[in-house]
């Protein structure tokens, strides 16, 4: 009876030490600062290669390409308006 007593209490102890453990790993996914980081990280790697750090060209075009096509349009507009 006693030896099943402390069992029991060893296990409840890893089961708060599981549980403290799992709460602590999800207040840091949720930090804010943790959060930046991996987007950050994730924006960085579509344009640099993180194997080599060489610059992915293509995907750096092809956003400049947008950015200058929407610039374009935008002026279209205003001048058509106009």
């Known amino acids: ?11 409840i102890e890893q089961t708060r ?3 403290a453990n799992t709460i602590d790993e999800l207040l ?9 980081s991996r987007e950050v990280t994730s924006l960085k790697a579509h344009f640099v290669d993180p194997h080599t750090g060489s610059p992915r060209t293509d995907n ?5 390409g947008a950015a200058i096509g929407t610039v374009a349009l935008l002026v279209l507009i205003r001048r058509v308006a106009s």
Not at 1 to 11: F, P, W
Not at 28 to 36: E, F, G, S
Not at 60 to 64: E, W
């Open 60 to 64: 750096i075009l092809k956003v400049a």
């Open 17 to 19: 030490e599981r549980l």
């Open 1 to 11: 009876m006693s030896n099943e007593v402390t069992s029991l209490e060893r296990d």
């Open 28 to 36: 840091h996914r949720a930090h804010p600062r943790t959060i930046v």
